[in-house]
Nanobody
Framework: VQLQASGGGLVQAGGSLRLSCAAS????????MGWFRQAPGKEREFVAA????????LYGDSVKGRFTIDRDNAKNTVLLQMNRLKPEDTAVYHC?????????????????WGQGTQVTVSS
């Protein structure tokens, strides 16, 4: 199983980034997919999750109204559109997947993980 996140970078506060996660060797269309982030010295934090069919989604309180998760099952890809970025959004962003059909908010809910992509927001 491979989950490869991309799209991170350096952006000024108020700007936008779009993260992408490509999945391979995974029954992607049956997986709930999530995004988590981890800043230095902090625990891994839930960002967003989307159901297998894409009809349901869930967001962490700190990103509600600014981030949008979406997926393209034909391309085995999950996306995270991040708008109005803040310096506190700076972290390594990881995509994750599970086959238990839960919109989990805990890292332990997910069996499959990618290596992450760095997002840095300058003030």
């Amino acid at each position: 199983v491979q989950l490869q996140a991309s799209g991170g970078g350096l952006v000024q506060a108020g700007g936008s980034l779009r993260l992408s996660c490509a999945a391979s060797e995974l029954p992607f269309s049956r997986c709930t997919m999530g995004w988590f982030r981890q800043a230095p010295g902090k625990e891994r934090e839930f960002v967003a999750a989307i159901s297998a069919g894409g009809r349901s989604s869930l967001y962490g309180d700190s990103v509600k109204g600014r981030f949008t998760i979406d997926r393209d099952n034909a391309k085995n890809t999950v996306l995270l559109q991040m708008n109005r970025l803040k310096p506190e959004d700076t972290a390594v962003y990881h995509c994750a997947g599970n086959l238990n059909y839960l919109l989990g908010q805990s890292p332990s809910d997910y069996a499959y993980w990618g290596q992450g992509t760095q997002v840095t927001v300058s003030s």
